[in-house]
């Protein structure tokens, strides 16, 4: 499967811990995105990586929330000292470089619950 | 900052049947996407509509848009139980590329 993956699928965790979640694009995809996703919404925009360069983050993205790409393949999003609000599923996706107009591929998710 | 304002956000149709949802947004935009998610899964791309008067269309579904009028449809014409689903459109607006989505319209089609 050469579609956007992303480890673990599912993590509970107790309040105040924290979290790491992995997210492996699209191959040679240089674009990959982070979004949040609480029941019943739509995705939320969390932070976007240009090969390894964070070019934007939300404001929805707290001091406690902090994403990596370090060689410009994978990427982590660590959640510090979680909190009861962060359960959510969290999406990657990836889009490949060229046109901004190209779509966002989605993987298929991390879902958080914190107790 | 784009606002995506989706309607109706809930639908439970019968099999056969045609239906539009709308999907309208607040600032110009060059592009507009659509998506599915069944339940517990990810967001399957279903169209990318780039200019005025774009229209495509994949078996049973048609998307359109208007960029004047800030406004988008996805046509469902006779209807089957697979196409059940939540549907989103979303635009750019999440920052440089990131996309900002709808509430979603959960769609029911019932045999």
């Known amino acids: 499967d050469t579609g956007v993956s992303q480890d673990p699928r599912h993590k509970i965790t107790k309040r105040g811990q924290n979290v790491t979640f992995r997210c492996d694009p699209i191959?040679?995809?240089?674009?990959l995105y982070w979004y949040r996703q609480t029941l019943g919404q739509g995705p939320e925009f969390l932070t976007y990586?240009?090969?390894?360069?964070?070019?934007?983050k939300s404001r929805l993205l707290s001091d406690r929330f902090s994403a990596e790409r370090p060689k410009g393949s994978f990427s982590t999003l660590e959640i510090q000292r979680t909190e009861q609000g962060d359960s959510a599923m969290y999406l990657c996706?990836?889009?490949?470089?060229?046109?901004?107009?190209?779509?966002?591929?989605f993987g298929p998710g991390t879902r958080l619950t914190v107790l | 900052e784009l606002k995506v304002e989706q309607n109706p956000l809930f639908l439970s149709m019968q099999e056969g049947k045609n239906y539009t949802i709308y999907c309208n947004y607040s600032?110009?935009?060059?592009?507009l996407y659509w998506y599915r998610q069944d339940p517990g899964k990810s967001l399957e791309s279903l169209f990318v509509?780039?200019?005025?008067?774009a229209v495509k269309q994949e078996g049973r579904l048609m998307a359109s848009l208007d960029t004047k009028a800030r406004l988008s449809t996805l046509h469902i014409t006779a209807a089957v139980h697979d196409l059940s689903a939540t549907y989103f459109c979303?635009?750019?607006?999440?920052?440089?590329?990131?996309?900002?989505f709808g509430k979603g319209t959960h769609l029911i089609i019932q045999p």
């Open positions: 600032t110009t935009s060059d592009r």
């Open positions: 509509l780039l200019s005025n008067g």
């Open positions: 990586f240009q090969n390894e360069a964070q070019l934007e």
């Open positions: 996706a990836s889009s490949p470089r060229g046109s901004r107009l190209v779509e966002q591929f």
């Open positions: 191959s040679e995809h240089n674009r």
């Open positions: 979303a635009g750019p607006g999440g920052g440089a590329d990131g996309l900002t």
